[in-house]
C-alpha cells in the first residue's frame, strides 16, 4: 500500500510528537531546552510547510482516511497555530527567567508534546471519513487541552482546567449521543452513505444532527454553548489560551464543515436556519458580552464569540463559505495571535486589565502598534487582512440562491459593535493617559528577542495578506472547487 | 434475541434499575451512595445491550465502566479527604432546573419524531462478534477504523502523560525546577 | 499616465511611511516633508487634468467606458471578482482638485502643531491616501475599501490632537461612519449576488432583472449607506460633535473633502449603478434631504459654538447636494457635484478661520466675542467674506452650485408635488442661513470690542495663505464656474443615460 | 457710446477695487479716486442719454444689447450671461444713479471728513453704485438677481458701516435678512420663469407676453424669436389652467417674482427694515432711498410689466400693495420725531405711489406706467436733496430729533432755502416743482383707468404728504432752537456738503418738464404703447383737488408747528396716537414672529429634537447594548452547572430554529 502524499504531514507530525517525548524523556536539559523548543515550532512550520508543498490536487484516500483540498489551508492554520503557540510559551518555559507574572509552566515539555498531539488530532478530523475517525479526532484534539490549562501553578489554572473539562465533558456526551442518532438514522457511520441516507424527512436523524451541533458549537464556543470561554481564557496559560481561541476553533469548524458538505448535505436548507440561529445569537452575545470588558482575555474570549458568529453566517452561504472561511481563519489566527504576544509580553509583569495597557504607545511603541493592528484586522480595518476575511464572510453569505440579507444587514451592524470595543483597546493604548496609579506599579515591559521577531513576522503577514492575493488565491484553487 | 415476554419483563426491569438508580446518583447527598447508585445504573445498561445481542459491548461496559471508572471515582471518594462526608448542598432552586432541563433533552428527544423506533434501522448484529470488532478495527481499507485506532493511542498516551504530569506537580511547594518534569513523562 | 494617476495614492502613503522613520524631534524637517507632500499631491493633480483636458476624454461620448481617462485594471482579489480599478473622469479629477487644496491648506493651518506633530502628519496623508484612492477607484470594492482607509486615521487624529469631547466625538463618528458601512456592505453584497462582480462599469451597464430587483433594496442602502457619511438627517449626529471636536486642519478636511465621500459614493456607487431603484427610492430621500437642509439650518441658529455652526451649516448645505442628487436630473446632478465643491472650499475656509480666531480669542462661543474687526481686520474681512459665501453670494461658488439645484427643484414637469414642496423648502433655506450666518459674523466681528481683545494681534503670513488661497478659490469658481461645469457635466453624461434607460 | 457702455458699470467698480486694496489708508486719495471715477461714468452716463434721446428711433427697437458674457450654462438651453440692455428706462436710471453717486460722493467728503474710516466708506460706497448699475442694466433676471444680491450685500456693509454701534450692526442685519427673505421668492420666480417659461432674458419674456396679450387680436404686431417663441407658447399653454391655489402658473411666477420686489422696495408689510437702515451714515441713506436700492423693487416691475400685465391679479397685487404702503406710511410719517425716519416714511410712502401706479397701468392704458418712471426720476432727486440736508442739519446739531432742534433757517441758510424747495416738491406744491406733476400724473392715470380707490389714496397721501413734510420743515427751521445751545455754535455749512445740495436743487425743480413736452421717452418698455393723447375730461377735476390738498396740508402743519412754539415734553397719551407712533406695532410684531415663533417654537424644539431624539435614539440604543451586556455579564456568573443548563436550553433552541420541533 502507498502511502499518498498528503499524508506524510500527519505521520510527520506523529513523529514530531514523538521526538519531542522522547528527547523531553532522555536528552540532558541542555540540549532538551533546545531541541524541545525549537525544534517543536522549526518542526511544526516544516511540516505546515510540508502541508503546503503536498496539497492534493483531488481527494487522496487512504483507507478510510481522505485527504481532500479543502482542509490543506485548514490543516496549515493547524500548524500555524501551533507553532504559534509553542513560541507564545516561550516566557513561560524555565530558561529565559521568569518573565510571566503567573510563574511557569509545570512542563514545558509536556506542554509542547501536548500541543502537538492536539493539533495530530485536529489532522484526524480533518480527514476523517467516518463518524467514529471523526469523534476520536476531536476528542483527541480537545483532551490534551483539558491537561494543558492545567498547566500552570495556580488556582486560576487548576479552577479553569477543571471546568473545561466537565463542559468539554457535556459536550462530548452531546456529540456521542447524536452519533449514536446518526448512526441510527443512517445505519452507517460511513460519511459517503449517511450523505444518502439522511434526508430532511428523517426526523430520527435530526436528534443526532442537533446533538452533534451542539457539541461542536462547545468547540467553537459558538453562542449558546460558548459560556466556558471567558473563564477558561481568562485562567488557562496564555499558549493554550491561545491555541484553544484559534486551532481549536478551526479544527471545530474543519469538523462542522466535513459535516455539512457530507453526511448532512441533504438537509442543506434547513441547517441554514439553524447556522443563521447560531450567527445571529453568537455575533450578539459575544459582542455585548466584549463591550466593557475589563480583562483582555476575557475580552478576546467574547470577542472570539462574536468572530464565530460570523464565520457561521457564512455556512449559510453557497461555494463560497468554504474558502472564505479558510481565509478568515488564516487571518483570525494571525491576528488573535499578535494580540496574545503583545498581552503575554505585557504580562510579565502586570495583570492582563485594559488600565494596565494604558500609556502603551509610550512605553512600547511596537507593542501597540501591534496590537493596533491586530485589534483592526479583528475589526476588519483594511488594508489589513481581517477586511477580506470579514468581507468575504459577508459575500458568502449573499451568494444566489442562499440570499441571506438581513442576516448580513444585521451582521454588518454587529459588526460596527465589535469595532466600537476594538477601539477601545486602540483608545486605552494610545489616547488615554495612564492615571498615576496605573503608572507606578508599571515597570519596563520585557520582550524576549523571539517574540519580537514573532510579532513582526506577525504583523507583516497581516497587511501582506491584506493586500497582497496569492495567499488568497491559493486557498480559493484549493477550496473553491 | 427474539422478543418474547421474558425479555419484555427483563427489559422492563432494567429500565426501571436504570432509572430508579439514575435517580438516586443524582439525589442522594453522600458522594460514596451516588458512585454506587451510578454502579447500579450501569449494570442496568449491561443488561440492556445483553438483551439486544451485544455481548461484547455489554462486557465493555462492566470491564471499563464499572471496573474502571466507578471504581475510580470511588477510591477517588475515599481517598479524599473530608469528600466522604461532606454534603453538597442542592436548593430547590436547582432540583428544579435540574427536572426541567431534563425534561426539555426527554421533550426533545421524544418530540422530533414519536415514532421514533420504528425508523430507526435495526443495525447489523453480525458484525458485533468480539473477532469481527477486532478485524475492523485493524483494517485498513474504507470498511475499517485502522487510523481512529491507532489515533485512540496517541490519545491514551497523551491523556496519561498529562494526567501524570500534573498529577505530580500540584502537590503543595512544588519546586520550580524543570528536570523533574522529564522524570515524570519517562 | 495610470501611473500618475496612482501616485495620487501612493505619494501619500510613501509620505506617511518615510514620516515614521524621522525623528520626532525634528518638527521643520516633518513640515517641510508635509507641505512639499501636498504640494506635490496637487502638482500631480492638476497635471492630471492637463492631460484630461488636453487628451480625447474631454469629448462627452455616451457610453462610460470611453470617459474613463487613465484607466488601469489589474485583477486583485479575483477570487471573489475583484479587481484594482482605476480611472478617472471629469467629476473626480474636480474633487481630486479640491481634496489636494484643501489638503495643502490643511497642511498649513496645521503649523502650529508641536506636539506628536509627527503622528498628526503621518494619519493626515494615511487619510489623504485614501480619500484620492476613493476618488480614483472604479471597482466597487475597491472604493469602499479606500473609503475604509480614511475612517480610522479621522478616529485618531480627532482622539489625539482634538479638543472638547474628542474621545467621544471621535467614536460616536466613527461609529456612525462605520455604521454606514454596514450599509454599504449589504448593498454590495446585494450587488455581488446579482452580478458576481465589483466592476462599476460593469454593473452600471447590466440591466439584467436579478440587479433590478435587487436594486429596489440594494439602493438605499447603497445610498443610506454614503447618505451617513454625507450627514443625511437623521444620520447627522455624528457631524456637528465630530467636527467641533476635530482640530482645525481635520475639521476642514472632513467637512470639505471626507463628507464629500459621502456625495461621491451616492453618486457614483448608488445612483449610476443601479438607476431603477434611484427612481423608486427617490422621494424618500428627497424628503431625507429637504429636512436635512431646513433642519440644519435652524438648528444652526440656536447654537452658540462657532465650530457646531459651521457643522450644522454644512449638514444643511450638504442637504442640498443629496437634493440635487434626488432630482434625479442632470441639472440636479450637476448642481450637486457643483455644490460638493464650492462646499467643500467654503466649508474649508469657515473652519479655517474658526481655527484662526480661536487662537486669539480661545473661545468659540459667539457670545463672548465682538468687535474683532477693529483689532484683526483681515481675519474679520476674510470672516465676513467666508459668510457671504456661506449665504451664497453671486460671485461666490455657491451661488452657482445653488441655483443650479434650485433649478433642477422646478425644471420640467411641475406635476411632482413632493418636488415642488421640497424645491420651495430648500430656496426658503436660503433665508434661515443668511439669519445664523449674519447673526454670526455681527456678534463676532462687529459690535463693540471684547474686554481681553486688545492684545489681539491679526493674521501671520503663514495663517494668511491658506485663507487666501481658499477664498480665491471661492470666488474663482464663482466668477468662472465654465470648466468646472463643462467637467462635470460631461462625466455625468453616463449617469444621466443609465437614468434614462 | 452705446458700445462701451460696459465702461459705466466698470468704473465703479474700479473704484471699489482700487479704493479697497490700495487707498483704505488713504481717505482723501480714495474719495477723490472714487468722485474720479463716478463722475466719469456720470459723464458716461449722461452722454449715452443724449445720444440714445436725440436718436430718431425711441421706440420698442431701441433696446440696444450692447455686450454680453456668458457666465455659465445650466442647461442646453439656459444660459447665464452677463450683460448690458439699454433702453429708455435702464438709460434714465443710469443717469440718475450716476448723478447722484457723483454727488453723494462729494457730499461725503465733508460728511466723513471726521471720520477714520472714511478710507472704506467711498469704495464701499462705489460698490453699491456699481451693484446697482449691474441691477439697472441687467439684460435677464439672473443678472438682476445677482445684482440685486450684490445690492444687499452693500447696503448691509454700508448701514452697518459704524459696526461697533450695536444698532447698526442690527440694522444692517435686519435690512440683509428682511430683503434675503423676499429674494428667496424672487429666486422661486426666477426659476419658474426658467424652467416654465425657457428664458431668463428680458426681451424674450416681455416680447413672448406682448405677443400672448394680443393674440385675442390675433395682429402680434412683431415677429417673434428665440427665447420668446418659448415664452409665448408656454404662456398659451397655461392658459386657462387653473393652476395651484386658483393662480395659474404665470400668476405664481409674476407674484413671487414681485414679491423680490416687495421686499427691496419696502412695500408693507416688509418695510421694517427701512427705517432701521437710518442707522448707517446719512450719505448711504441718500442713496438708498432715492436712487439705488429701493427703487429696485420698483424698477424690476416695471421691466416686467408686460408679463405682470398678462398675469391674472398680479397687477391688481402690486397695485393694493402700493396704495396700502403710501397711506400707511404716511401716517407714520405724521408722528415721529427722528429727523431720518420722517424722511424714511416719506420714502416708503413715495414708493407706495410708484408701486401702485404700476398697478393701475394695463397694456391698454400705460399712463399710469410713463408716470411711475417719471415719479422715479424726480423723486430721486428731491429725496436725495432732503436726505443731504438733513445730514447737514444732524452734523450740525449732533442730533435726529425734530424736537432738539427748531429756528435753524438763521444758522443753515443755504440748507434752509435748499431744502424749503425739496419740501414743496414732495409736498406737491403746483407747477414749479417736479414732484407735482410726477404726482398728478399717478393719480390722473389711476383714475382715469378706473382704479378710483388707489387715486383716492393717493390724493389723500398727497394732502398727508404735505402736513408731514410741513410738520418736518417748520419743526426744523423755524420756532426756537430747543437743543443744546452748544451745538448751535458750532454749526456750520460745509462747502462740500452744501456744493451738492444746490446742484441738487436744479433737478428737483426743473425734472419735471420734460412731461409738459409730452415725450414718449419712459413708454417705450411697452410696444404699442398709447399715450392719452387727448386729456381725460372725467379726472379733469383731480388737478384742482391735489392742489388743494398739498396747499392744504402745508398750512395745516403751519398752523400746528411753524405759528407757535410746540412742546414735546408731554407725549400724547392718545392710543391711537401711539399706536401710529409706534408704527403700529409692525416691529413688535416682527419681534414676535421671529424671536418667539421661529427662534422659540421653531428652531429651538428642533434643536431639542436633534439632541433628545435623533441624537438620544442613536445614544440610547448604545445604553441599552450596555443594558444587555450587563445582563449577559451576569449569567457569566463563573457557575458551571448554570453554563450546562444553558447548553441544553441553547440545544433545544437549535431543534426549534432547525424547524424540528
Known amino acids: 500500500m502507498t502511502l499518498p502524499t498528503a499524508l506524510w504531514t500527519d505521520i510527520a507530525l506523529g513523529s514530531l510528537a514523538c521526538i519531542i517525548l522522547l528527547s523531553e524523556s532522555l536528552l540532558g536539559p541542555r540540549l532538551r531546552k533546545a531541541i524541545v523548543f525549537h525544534g517543536a515550532w522549526i518542526g511544526l512550520v516544516l511540516i505546515g510547510i510540508l502541508t503546503v508543498c503536498t496539497a492534493p490536487e483531488s481527494e487522496q484516500a487512504i483507507g478510510n482516511y481522505l485527504i481532500r483540498p479543502w482542509t490543506i489551508p485548514f490543516r496549515l492554520c493547524f500548524c500555524i497555530a501551533g507553532a504559534l503557540s509553542v513560541l507564545l510559551s516561550r516566557n513561560l518555559l524555565s530558561g529565559t527567567g521568569h518573565t510571566h507574572r503567573r510563574g511557569l509552566l509545570v512542563s514545558g515539555g509536556v506542554h509542547i508534546f501536548l500541543i502537538i498531539c492536539s493539533t495530530l488530532g485536529m489532522f484526524v478530523v480533518t480527514g476523517a471519513q467516518d463518524l467514529i475517525t471523526f469523534l476520536v479526532g476531536i476528542e483527541l484534539a480537545t483532551i490534551p487541552l483539558y491537561v494543558q490549562a492545567a498547566m500552570l501553578r495556580d488556582d486560576f489554572s487548576s479552577e479553569a482546567s477543571a471546568k473545561y473539562l466537565i463542559i468539554g465533558s457535556l459536550s462530548t456526551a452531546f456529540t456521542v449521543f447524536g452519533i449514536s442518532y446518526l448512526y441510527g438514522a443512517g445505519n452507517s457511520v460511513h460519511f459517503d452513505t449517511l450523505a444518502q441516507t439522511l434526508t430532511a424527512d428523517k426526523h430520527f436523524a435530526w436528534v443526532g444532527v442537533i446533538f452533534v451541533l451542539a457539541g461542536i458549537g462547545f468547540k467553537l464556543s459558538a453562542a449558546p454553548f460558548h459560556m466556558w470561554a471567558p473563564d477558561i481564557y481568562d485562567g488557562a496559560p496564555p499558549p493554550v489560551t491561545a491555541y484553544i481561541a484559534s486551532s481549536s476553533k478551526a479544527a471545530g469548524l474543519a469538523g462542522l464543515i466535513l459535516l455539512v458538505y457530507g453526511p448532512f448535505q441533504q438537509l442543506g436548507a434547513d441547517l441554514e436556519n439553524i447556522f443563521m440561529f447560531l450567527a445571529i445569537i453568537s455575533m450578539t452575545i459575544g459582542n455585548l458580552g466584549a463591550l466593557r470588558q475589563k480583562r483582555f482575555n476575557r475580552f478576546m474570549a467574547w470577542s472570539s464569540v462574536a468572530q464565530i458568529g460570523f464565520v457561521l453566517m457564512a455556512l449559510t452561504g453557497g461555494d463560497l463559505a468554504i474558502p472564505s472561511i479558510a481565509f478568515y481563519l488564516l487571518v483570525y489566527i494571525i491576528g488573535n495571535f499578535i494580540a496574545f504576544f503583545v498581552v503575554n509580553c505585557l504580562a510579565s509583569n502586570r495583570p492582563e486589565t485594559f488600565s494596565n495597557m494604558r500609556g502603551l504607545s509610550k512605553q512600547s511603541p511596537l507593542l501597540a502598534l501591534c496590537l493596533l493592528i491586530s485589534m483592526f484586522s479583528l475589526a476588519g480595518i483594511p488594508p489589513l487582512g481581517g477586511f477580506f476575511g470579514k468581507f468575504e464572510l459577508f459575500l458568502a453569505a449573499a451568494q444566489p440562491g442562499h440570499e441571506h440579507f438581513y442576516l448580513i444587514l444585521f451582521a454588518a451592524i454587529n459588526a460596527v459593535v465589535s469595532l466600537y470595543y476594538y477601539m477601545i483597546v486602540v483608545k486605552d493604548i494610545y489616547i488615554t493617559e495612564p492615571t498615576h496609579a496605573d503608572n507606578s506599579t508599571c515597570p519596563a515591559i520585557a520582550i524576549l528577542p523571539s517574540q519580537r521577531l514573532t510579532l513582526v513576522v506577525l504583523v507583516i503577514a497581516i497587511i501582506v495578506l491584506g493586500v497582497w492575493p496569492a495567499a488568497h488565491s491559493w486557498i480559493f484553487t484549493l477550496a473553491g472547487s | ?186 | 499616465m495610470p501611473f500618475l494617476l496612482n501616485c495620487t495614492w501612493i505619494l501619500p502613503t510613501l509620505i506617511a511611511l518615510s514620516l515614521m522613520f524621522v525623528p520626532k524631534q525634528k518638527v521643520g524637517v516633518i513640515r517641510g516633508m508635509s507641505v512639499a507632500g501636498v504640494l506635490g499631491i496637487l502638482a500631480l493633480v492638476v497635471s492630471l487634468i492637463i492631460a484630461f483636458l488636453a487628451g480625447d476624454y474631454a469629448s462627452p461620448v455616451g457610453s462610460a467606458e470611453t470617459t474613463l481617462a487613465f484607466s488601469y485594471r489589474t485583477p486583485w482579489f479575483e477570487a471573489i471578482g475583484n479587481q484594482f480599478y482605476t480611472g478617472v473622469d471629469g467629476f473626480s479629477l474636480l474633487m481630486m482638485l479640491m481634496a489636494s487644496i484643501i489638503a495643502l491648506c490643511g497642511v498649513l493651518v496645521s503649523w502650529t502643531i508641536t506636539d506628536r506633530c509627527k503622528e498628526f502628519f503621518i494619519l493626515l496623508f494615511i487619510l489623504l491616501a485614501g480619500t484620492f484612492g476613493c476618488f480614483i477607484s472604479f471597482d466597487l470594492l475597491t472604493f469602499f475599501l479606500f473609503n475604509e482607509i480614511t475612517l480610522i486615521p479621522t478616529y485618531l487624529l480627532i482622539a489625539i490632537f482634538g479638543s472638547g469631547k474628542k474621545e467621544f466625538a471621535a467614536m460616536k463618528l466613527n461609529l456612525m461612519l462605520f455604521g454606514g458601512s454596514a450599509l454599504i456592505i449589504l448593498g454590495m453584497a446585494g450587488t455581488y449576488s446579482a452580478t458576481g462582480s465589483f466592476d462599476m462599469i460593469a454593473i452600471a451597464n447590466n440591466q439584467s432583472e436579478t440587479l433590478g430587483s435587487i436594486a429596489m433594496w440594494a439602493f438605499p442602502a447603497l445610498f443610506m449607506g454614503f447618505g451617513i457619511l454625507g450627514s443625511v438627517f437623521p444620520f447627522h449626529t455624528w457631524s456637528p460633535v465630530g467636527h467641533a471636536s476635530a482640530p482645525t486642519a481635520i475639521s476642514m478636511f472632513l467637512a470639505g473633502v471626507h463628507m464629500k465621500l459621502g456625495g461621491y459614493g451616492c453618486l457614483r456607487a448608488a445612483i449610476y449603478l443601479m438607476p431603477e431603484g434611484a427612481q423608486e427610492w427617490m422621494p424618500l430621500f428627497m424628503v431625507l434631504a429637504t429636512i436635512s437642509v431646513v433642519y440644519g439650518a435652524f438648528i444652526a441658529i440656536r447654537q452658540r459654538d462657532l465650530k457646531y455652526i459651521n457643522a450644522y451649516a454644512s449638514i444643511s448645505h450638504v442637504g442640498l447636494v443629496t437634493f440635487g442628487f434626488a432630482t434625479l436630473t442632470a441639472v440636479g446632478l450637476k448642481g450637486g457635484v457643483l455644490q460638493m465643491i464650492s462646499h467643500g472650499f467654503v466649508t474649508a475656509v469657515v473652519f479655517a478661520l474658526i481655527g484662526c480666531i480661536y487662537g486669539r480669542t480661545h473661545t468659540r462661543n459667539i457670545d463672548e466675542m465682538g468687535g474683532l474687526m477693529k483689532k484683526i481686520p483681515f481675519l474679520s474681512v476674510c470672516f465676513v467674506l467666508a459668510g457671504f459665501a456661506v449665504v451664497g453670494m453671486p460671485g461666490t461658488s455657491s451661488f452657482v452650485a445653488e441655483l443650479t439645484i434650485f433649478i433642477a427643484g422646478f425644471s420640467g414637469s411641475l406635476d411632482d408635488t413632493l418636488r415642488l414642496v421640497c424645491g420651495a423648502l430648500c430656496i426658503s433655506s436660503i433665508v434661515i442661513t443668511a439669519v445664523y450666518v449674519l447673526r454670526t459674523v455681527n456678534s463676532v466681528v462687529h459690535g463693540p470690542l471684547v474686554d481681553n481683545g486688545h492684545e489681539f494681534t491679526d493674521a501671520r503670513f503663514i495663517e494668511k495663505v491658506p485663507l487666501i488661497i481658499l477664498l480665491t478659490c471661492i470666488f474663482a469658481m464663482g466668477l468662472f464656474p465654465g470648466w468646472i461645469i463643462e467637467l462635470a457635466e460631461q462625466s455625468l453624461t453616463p449617469v444621466v443615460t443609465n437614468l434614462g434607460r | 457710446m452705446i458700445e462701451s457702455s460696459w465702461m459705466i458699470l466698470l468704473l465703479p467698480f474700479i473704484s471699489f477695487i482700487g479704493g479697497i486694496l490700495f487707498l483704505h489708508k488713504q481717505p482723501k486719495l480714495a474719495a477723490g479716486f472714487s468722485i474720479l471715477c463716478n463722475g466719469a461714468a456720470m459723464v458716461m452716463a449722461l452722454i449715452l442719454a443724449v445720444g440714445f434721446l436725440s436718436s430718431d428711433d425711441t421706440g420698442y427697437h431701441a433696446l440696444a444689447h450692447t455686450w454680453s458674457y456668458d457666465w455659465f450654462a445650466i442647461t442646453d438651453t439656459l444660459t447665464v450671461s452677463i450683460g448690458a440692455l439699454l433702453d429708455p428706462i435702464s438709460i434714465m436710471m443710469l443717469v440718475v444713479i450716476t448723478v447722484i453717486s457723483t454727488l453723494v460722493h462729494t457730499y461725503s467728503i465733508g460728511y466723513m471728513e471726521n471720520d477714520a474710516s472714511a478710507g472704506r466708506f467711498f469704495p464701499l460706497l462705489s460698490f453699491f453704485v456699481f451693484s446697482m448699475l449691474g441691477l439697472v442694466i441687467a439684460p435677464t433676471l439672473v443678472q438682476m438677481f445677482v445684482f440685486w444680491e450684490l445690492v444687499g450685500v452693500s447696503s448691509y456693509m454700508l448701514i452697518g458701516f459704524w459696526y461697533h454701534k450695536p444698532s447698526a450692526v442690527a440694522a444692517s442685519k435686519k435690512a440683509f435678512i428682511i430683503t434675503r427673505f423676499a429674494d428667496a421668492f424672487f429666486l422661486t420666480g426666477i426659476i419658474l420663469m426658467a424652467t416654465q417659461f425657457g428664458s431668463i432674458g428680458f426681451d424674450a419674456i416681455n416680447q413672448g407676453a406682448t405677443a400672448f396679450s394680443s393674440m385675442n387680436t390675433a395682429n402680434p404686431s412683431f415677429s417673434l424669436e428665440g427665447g420668446a417663441v418659448q415664452v409665448f407658447t408656454a404662456l398659451a399653454a397655461q392658459e386657462g389652467s387653473a393652476g395651484f391655489l386658483g393662480l395659474n402658473l404665470l400668476s405664481w411666477a409674476t407674484i413671487l417674482i414681485f414679491i423680490g420686489g416687495w421686499g427691496k422696495s419696502a412695500m408693507f408689510p416688509l418695510h421694517v427694515w427701512l427705517p432701521d437702515a437710518m442707522e448707517g451714515p446719512t450719505p448711504v441713506s441718500s442713496i438708498i432711498h432715492s436712487a439705488t436700492m429701493v427703487v429696485a423693487g420698483i424698477y424690476l416691475t416695471a421691466r416686467l410689466f408686460p408679463v405682470f400685465a398678462v398675469a391674472e391679479y398680479t397687477l391688481s397685487v402690486v397695485e393694493f400693495t402700493g396704495a396700502i404702503t403710501a397711506l400707511f406710511a404716511a401716517i407714520i410719517a405724521c408722528t415721529q420725531r427722528d429727523i431720518k425716519r420722517i424722511l424714511a416714511f416719506s420714502t416708503l410712502s413715495q414708493l407706495g405711489y410708484m408701486m401702485f401706479s404700476l398697478g393701475v397701468a394695463d397694456m391698454e392704458h400705460t399712463a399710469g406706467f410713463t408716470a411711475s418712471m417719471f415719479h422715479v426720476f424726480t423723486h430721486a432727486f428731491f429725496k436725495c436733496l432732503l436726505f443731504l440736508s438733513a445730514g447737514l442739519i444732524i452734523h450740525s446739531v449732533h442730533s435726529n430729533d425734530i424736537a432738539l432742534m427748531g429756528g435753524l433757517r438763521k444758522k443753515l441758510k443755504g440748507t434752509y432755502f435748499v431744502t424749503l424747495l425739496a419740501v414743496c416738491a414732495i409736498a406737491g406744491v403746483p407747477f414749479l416743482f417736479s414732484g407735482f406733476w410726477s404726482k398728478e400724473e399717478i393719480i390722473m392715470a389711476a383714475w382715469s383707468n378706473g382704479h378710483q380707490c388707489s387715486a383716492i389714496i393717493g390724493l389723500l397721501v398727497g394732502g398727508l404728504t404735505a402736513f408731514y413734510m410741513g410738520r418736518y420743515f417748520f419743526l426744523i427751521f423755524h420756532g426756537e432752537y430747543r437743543g443744546d445751545a452748544h451745538h448751535l455754535e458750532h454749526a456750520h455749512e460745509n462747502k462740500f456738503m452744501l456744493f451738492p445740495m444746490v446742484l441738487l436743487a436744479i433737478p428737483t425743480i426743473i425734472a419735471g418738464y420734460p412731461m409738459l413736452t409730452g415725450h414718449t421717452f419712459f413708454n417705450t418698455v411697452i410696444p404699442q404703447a398709447t399715450l392719452p393723447t387727448h386729456p381725460d375730461h372725467s379726472a379733469s377735476w383731480i388737478m384742482p383737488v391735489a392742489i388743494a390738498m398739498a396747499i392744504g396740508g402745508l398750512l395745516v402743519a403751519w398752523l400746528k408747528y411753524g405759528r407757535r412754539a410746540v412742546s414735546f415734553d408731554t407725549p400724547s397719551t392718545n392710543i391711537v396716537y401711539r399706536c401710529i407712533s409706534n408704527k403700529f406695532y409692525i416691529d413688535e410684531c416682527y419681534i414676535f414672529v421671529t424671536k418667539k415663533i421661529i427662534f422659540r417654537c421653531v428652531a429651538a424644539p428642533m434643536k431639542l429634537c436633534d439632541d433628545y431624539i435623533v441624537d438620544g435614539i442613536i445614544h440610547s440604543s448604545a445604553a441599552i447594548m450596555r443594558g444587555c451586556a450587563a445582563v449577559i455579564r451576569h449569567w457569566q456568573n463563573g457557575q458551571t452547572h448554570v453554563y450546562l443548563g444553558l447548553m441544553i436550553i441553547g440545544l433545544a433552541l437549535l431543534a426549534w430554529f432547525g424547524g424540528a420541533l
Not at chain 2, 442522594?28 to 451485544?54: E, P, Q, R, W, Y
Not at chain 2, 471508572?69 to 432540583?95: C, M
Open chain 2, 1 to 186: 434475541m427474539e422478543a418474547t415476554l421474558t425479555t419484555d419483563i427483563l427489559f422492563y426491569l432494567f429500565s426501571a434499575a436504570i432509572l430508579g438508580c439514575g435517580l438516586m446518583a443524582v439525589t442522594v447527598k453522600n458522594l460514596l451512595h451516588s458512585a454506587i447508585a451510578l454502579m447500579g445504573c450501569l449494570f442496568g445498561t449491561a443488561g440492556l445491550f445483553l438483551l439486544l445481542d451485544h455481548e461484547f459491548v455489554a462486557l465493555m461496559q462492566i470491564l471499563v465502566y464499572i471496573g474502571g471508572v466507578v471504581i475510580f471515582i470511588i477510591y477517588a471518594v475515599l481517598l479524599t479527604t473530608h469528600l466522604g462526608t461532606r454534603y453538597l448542598p442542592a436548593s430547590t432552586l436547582k432540583y428544579i432546573s435540574g427536572v426541567t432541563l431534563a425534561a426539555i433533552v426527554l421533550g426533545l428527544v421524544l418530540h422530533i419524531d414519536p415514532q421514533a423506533t420504528h425508523t430507526a434501522v435495526n443495525p447489523d448484529r453480525t458484525a458485533t462478534t468480539i473477532d469481527a470488532i477486532g478485524y475492523r478495527l485493524l483494517d485498513g481499507s474504507t470498511n475499517g477504523f485502522l487510523i481512529p485506532f491507532e489515533v485512540i493511542s496517541v490519545l491514551l498516551l497523551s491523556a496519561m502523560i498529562g494526567a501524570a504530569t500534573i498529577a505530580k506537580h500540584q502537590k503543595p511547594g512544588a519546586t520550580n525546577d524543570e528536570d523533574e518534569t522529564g522524570g515524570s513523562a519517562s
